[in-house]
Structures are given as structure tokens and as C-alpha cells.
């Protein structure tokens, strides 16, 4: 029997998660619900939904949630954590309102959330606070009695997400044919975001210049491009890019996309890519489409050999990752002494958003922050 490992005060881990479509019928009611209230351009939208349907109107994301679950009950149960783990997500079933309301119901006081995001956005990191706020005022008017919500880090910099993605290009890398293997150069992809949530992402002190969303994207990706190194004994170049822009042209996101990122290499003569998906956790539908198929295609169309690595998944390290980062957190809300693990130069980020983190356009009430209604 392993020793019996303490997470009070909490009682429940909570994955929370954007969900995404299971079947055909599926995909317009998904979309609807993503862009509600959002200004996504019509065009887009059905540009998007042809996605899916490629796809058979599938998104992987909710059996990779799946698989992340079990990996996170097994990984609780081989180390004494006696911590049941639920799942929610934003934009379809199970939704978090739902699963909430489960969670009270069994009696859940003291709920810790994992979001299956890495970074600190808007989109990333408030829009899941203001989930989490709208399901609380949901249970309030039906007169349940709330729990207290905590949301775990940012953890784009704990070893345990960084480590399987520096296999995955390492592996990619290896991958590629021999004559270009020496010469390739490393894409770190993530979404890209409008630069006015970027240079306003994360706390306050840290806007401007892309925000602590670039930051953090940059940090990381130096830390998996000196691990290659350290690896195969060669030194990649690498640029961080992005994928995914969606909204009204004229409105200027982060860039370059990484489809203009492949043909600028090829241009300057760069012999291979290795498209890394640093700003996702699992090969969703942004990594199918925008990068197997897309960019994958592009390259293509090019002739430059590309390989995609692969996201962390339900990788059993992420799911230790999540477990310390689960006792680090209980530690620290019981007043003891702990020393957060993670890599790079930034260091661990901060438990509790402060006021003014990650802004909306519109203000709306957001959980789990310092600037919660329902502390
Ligand atoms: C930063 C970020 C992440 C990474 C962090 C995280 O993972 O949370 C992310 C993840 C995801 N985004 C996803 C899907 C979509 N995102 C959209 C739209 C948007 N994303 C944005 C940002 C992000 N998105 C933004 C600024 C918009 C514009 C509209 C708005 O301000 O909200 C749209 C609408 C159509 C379109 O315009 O593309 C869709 C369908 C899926 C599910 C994939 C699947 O089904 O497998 C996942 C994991
Ligand atoms: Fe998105």
C-alpha cells in the first residue's frame, strides 16, 4: 500500500475542458455555442464546420479528455490520492453546469480545477472563470449550496508537460529524412489571439509586448529547444508561430500563421520544419485540421519535408504533473511551506489571478480569482 497522500482541504479535482462534437448533427449546435455572443464572421464559421465534417463531425478532443481521466484516476490510485476527479467542459455535454451540479450533490466542498489549458489568456485562462461563475449563479438560483472553487497554475512551464513534448520533437526530428534532419528548424505553434488580449494577458504588471501569453510561449519553447540540443546533439533554430486565427481580418491577432511561417523558410532555403503544438494539450481539432492537414498540405504543395510532434495528452507524466501540482496547491492552502516546481526563466506562475488579470472586452463576472463574487 502506498502512503495515503493529503489533498484538503480539497475534496474534488475538476477537469474542465472546451468539449467539441461527437457526430455530424453535432457540429452546428457546437459552433453555436462557441461563438455565441463572440462576432465570429459567417464565413468563418462555415469555414470551420467543413472541418469537422471532414472529420465525420468528430472532435477527438472528448476521448483525449476521456483518456486523460483514466490516466489521472490511475496515476491518484497507484500513489494513495484519494481525490475523485470529475469532468465539464465549456461548450458541450458534459457541461460544466451539469457536472457541477453533480459535484454538490456528492457532496463536494472544496473543488480544485484543471483547465486543459496551459497559459494565461483570455480564452485560456478568464473565459473557464467566467464558465465557472456562470454554473455557480446556475446552482444558486436553484438553491444549492456552493462549493468553493480553486483553479491550479498555469503549467506550461512544470517539467511534466515540458518533457513528453521534447520527446515528441526529439522523436519528430528523428523522423525526418536523414539528409534533412541536420538543417531543420523548429516551429513552436500555438492559437493565435488577438494582439489586444495578448499584450493584456495575464497580470497587469506584465502587459504589453504580447503579454504574459507570449511570454510564456517563448519561455517554454526556449526550454524544449536547449533540452533538444542537450538530446541529438544539434542546434534547431526556432521561431514561435501561430495557427487558428479566426475573427474580422481587419483586427490585427499574433502572427505569422504557419502557413507563411513554411513558406518563408522554404524561401530562405530552411530544408525541414518541425511543427511543435506547444499552445495545445492534446491533438484536437486546431492540431488535425490547422496543422495535420492545413499547414501539412502547404508543406506539401512546397515540397519541404514537415513533421508535427506530438501534444502531451494523457502522457503519465502529465498526469504526475497534475498530481503535484494538485499536493503543491493543498500544501500551500494549509498555510505550509512549498517549493513549486518548474522550469525556464519565468518560474512558477501564480495560484490566484489578481484583479485585472486577462481582461474581457465586456466585464463579467469570473470565479476562482482574486476578483471572484464568490470567494
Ligand atoms: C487560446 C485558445 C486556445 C488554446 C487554449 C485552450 O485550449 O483553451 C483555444 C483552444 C480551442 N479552440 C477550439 C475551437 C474553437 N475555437 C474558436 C475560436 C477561438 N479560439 C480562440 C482562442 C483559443 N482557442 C479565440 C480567441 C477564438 C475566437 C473567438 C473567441 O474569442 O472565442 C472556434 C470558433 C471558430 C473559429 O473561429 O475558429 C472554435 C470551433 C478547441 C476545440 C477543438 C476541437 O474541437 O477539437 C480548442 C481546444
Ligand atoms: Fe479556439
Same mark, same amino acid.
Given at each position: 500500500m502506498p502512503d495515503v497522500l493529503e489533498a484538503s482541504p480539497y475534496d474534488a479535482l475538476l477537469l474542465l475542458s472546451f468539449g467539441g462534437p461527437e457526430g455530424p448533427d453535432d457540429v452546428v449546435p457546437f459552433l453555436e455555442n462557441v461563438t455565441r455572443?463572440?462576432?465570429?464572421p459567417k464565413e468563418r464559421l462555415k469555414e470551420v464546420g467543413q472541418h469537422y465534417f471532414l472529420f465525420g %463531425? +468528430?472532435?477527438?478532443i472528448n476521448d483525449q479528455n476521456r483518456a486523460l481521466l483514466d490516466a489521472l484516476r490511475k496515476d491518484f490510485a497507484e500513489h494513495g490520492l484519494e481525490l475523485p476527479v470529475y469532468w465539464g467542459n465549456r461548450n458541450w455535454a458534459p457541461y460544466l453546469t451539469d457536472t457541477l451540479r453533480e459535484m454538490v450533490r456528492d457532496g463536494r466542498r472544496r473543488i480544485l480545477v484543471l483547465a486543459t489549458s496551459a497559459y494565461a489568456s483570455y480564452s485560456g485562462c478568464r473565459q473557464y472563470r467566467e464558465n465557472l461563475a456562470d454554473a455557480l449563479a446556475a446552482l444558486e438560483a436553484e438553491g444549492l449550496e456552493l462549493p468553493k472553487i480553486d483553479k491550479l497554475r498555469h503549467?506550461?512551464?512544470h517539467p511534466g508537460f515540458v518533457e513528453p513534448m521534447v520527446d515528441g520533437v526529439v522523436r519528430s526530428l528523428a523522423e525526418l529524412p536523414d539528409e534533412v534532419r541536420e538543417g531543420a528548424h523548429i516551429a513552436f505553434c500555438t492559437h493565435s489571439i488577438p494582439n489586444s488580449a495578448a499584450d493584456t494577458s495575464g497580470p497587469v504588471e506584465e502587459h %504589453?509586448?504580447?503579454? /504574459?501569453y507570449v511570454r510564456q510561449h517563448l519561455d517554454v519553447a526556449q526550454v524544449i529547444a536547449d533540452a533538444v540540443r542537450e538530446r541529438t546533439g544539434s542546434d534547431h533554430p526556432w521561431q514561435l508561430v501561430y495557427q487558428s486565427r479566426s475573427g474580422a481580418p481587419h483586427i490585427p491577432w499574433l502572427e505569422p500563421d504557419i502557413c507563411d511561417h513554411l513558406e518563408e523558410r522554404h524561401a530562405a532555403g530552411v530544408p525541414a520544419v518541425v511543427m511543435a503544438p506547444? %499552445?495545445? +494539450?492534446?491533438?484536437h481539432m486546431e492540431v488535425l485540421y490547422?496543422?495535420?492537414?492545413e499547414a501539412t498540405a502547404k508543406a506539401e504543395e512546397l515540397g519541404l519535408p514537415v513533421r508535427r510532434s506530438a501534444t502531451v495528452g494523457a502522457d503519465p507524466r502529465f498526469a504526475a504533473a497534475v498530481r503535484d501540482l494538485v499536493m503543491e496547491r493543498a500544501a500551500d492552502e494549509r498555510g505550509q511551506e512549498v517549493a513549486p516546481c518548474a522550469l525556464g526563466a519565468l518560474g512558477a506562475s501564480h495560484n490566484l489571478c489578481p484583479v485585472?488579470?486577462?481582461? /474581457?472586452?465586456a466585464p463579467r463576472p469570473a470565479a476562482a480569482g482574486a476578483d471572484s463574487p464568490y470567494a
Open positions: 455572443g463572440r462576432g465570429i %463531425g +468528430v472532435s477527438p503549467y506550461f512551464n %504589453g509586448d504580447g503579454g /504574459a506547444i %499552445g495545445f +494539450v492534446s491533438d490547422d496543422l495535420d492537414t485585472g488579470c486577462c481582461p /474581457a472586452r
